[in-house]
C-alpha cells in the first residue's frame, strides 16, 4: 500500500519528472498525483514552458577564428618547453 | 628523448599527436560551453585553451577514449569552479529553503501583472526580450548556471552530470531543481526591474 503523495511532494519532482530521471515507484506514485490534481498539471505545465523557454534562448556562439589554430600552438609549446 | 622538433614520431610527439586527435574534434562543444558559461567569448576562449592544456596534462590517465567529451567538460567546470572560488565572494546566496519555496507560478497569479490577460503564463515569458534571459542565467551562482547549461544546451543526462560536476546524483537532482528556481526568481527580478510588474502595497 503505498501513501498518496502530497502535492508538496510533487512539486520537488517536477524537474526530475521533466528530466525524465524518475522511473520504477516514485515515477508512479507521480502518475498517479497528477492524474488527481490539476493544479499540479497546470504548475507542471509551467514549469516544462519555462525550460523550453530558457533552452530555446541559449546561444550558438561561432569558434572565434583562428583558435584551432591557436589552440595547437599553444599545446606544441607545452610540449617543447616540457622537453627542454 | 628521441623526440622531434616538429612533435612526432618520438613517443612525446605520438602522445601529444594522439591526445590532438581525440580531444580537439570537441573545441565546438566546449567553446559553446565555455561561452554560455562565460557569455563573454574572450573569456570563454580563455577557458577553452586552459581546459585543453589541462586535459594534455592528464591524458595519460584518461582510461577510456569513449569518454573524452565528458572528461572535456570535467576539466572545464572544475577550472570554472576553481576561478569562482578565487574571485568571488561566494557566501551562500540566502536560505536554500526559501529559494525552493519560489514559485513564478505563484508569484504570477499573486501579482497578476497582466490583469487583462488569458494566458497569463505565457505573456509574462513572452514579454523578455532574449538577452534578459540569458542574463537571468549568468546572473545565476556557477553552482547552478552549471548544470542547467549542461542539461538544457547538451543534454546530460542525470549520470553524466554527476560524472561531470564530480558529485552524487541526488546532488544533481538538488543542484537542478534549486538552479531552476533561482532562475524563476531572477526572472521574476528581472520582470520587476524592468517596470513589467507594478508592485503595490495596500
Known amino acids: ?84 | 628523448m628521441g623526440d622531434t622538433a616538429e612533435g612526432g614520431p618520438g613517443p612525446r610527439g605520438r602522445h601529444q599527436q594522439e591526445f590532438e586527435d581525440k580531444a580537439l574534434p570537441y573545441l565546438k562543444p566546449l567553446f559553446r560551453l565555455a561561452f554560455r558559461l562565460t557569455g563573454d567569448p574572450a573569456a570563454a576562449e580563455d577557458l577553452v585553451q586552459e581546459t585543453y592544456l589541462k586535459a594534455l596534462q592528464s591524458f595519460r590517465t584518461l582510461r577510456d577514449p569513449e569518454r573524452v567529451r565528458p572528461w572535456l567538460f570535467q576539466i572545464l567546470s572544475r577550472l570554472v569552479i576553481d576561478r569562482h572560488r578565487a574571485t568571488a565572494r561566494e557566501v551562500p546566496l540566502e536560505d536554500p529553503d526559501d529559494l525552493d519555496r519560489f514559485s513564478l507560478y505563484d508569484q504570477i497569479v499573486a501579482e497578476d501583472p497582466l490583469p487583462y490577460s488569458d494566458n497569463l503564463h505565457d505573456e509574462f515569458l513572452a514579454q523578455f526580450p532574449d538577452e534578459e534571459v540569458r542574463g537571468a542565467l549568468l546572473a545565476l551562482p556557477q553552482v547552478y548556471r552549471m548544470p542547467l547549461v549542461l542539461l538544457y544546451g547538451e543534454d546530460l543526462s542525470y549520470r553524466e552530470l554527476a560524472e561531470v560536476l564530480g558529485c552524487p546524483v541526488g546532488t544533481v537532482m538538488s543542484r537542478l531543481h534549486r538552479g531552476r528556481k533561482a532562475l524563476e526568481r531572477e526572472l521574476w527580478e528581472c520582470a520587476r526591474r524592468r517596470g513589467l510588474i507594478k508592485v503595490w502595497t495596500p
Open chain 1, 1 to 84: 500500500m503505498t501513501q498518496r503523495m502530497t502535492c508538496e511532494q510533487a512539486m520537488r519532482q517536477f524537474f526530475a519528472y521533466l528530466d525524465r530521471a524518475l522511473e520504477g515507484e516514485p515515477l508512479h506514485a507521480f502518475e498517479t498525483h497528477l492524474e488527481d490534481c490539476l493544479d499540479c498539471c497546470d504548475r507542471l505545465q509551467f514549469s516544462r514552458r519555462v525550460d523550453a523557454f530558457v533552452k530555446e534562448r541559449l546561444v550558438d556562439a561561432p569558434l572565434p577564428e583562428g583558435l584551432e589554430d591557436r589552440l595547437r600552438g599553444g599545446l606544441r609549446r607545452v610540449r617543447d618547453a616540457g622537453k627542454a
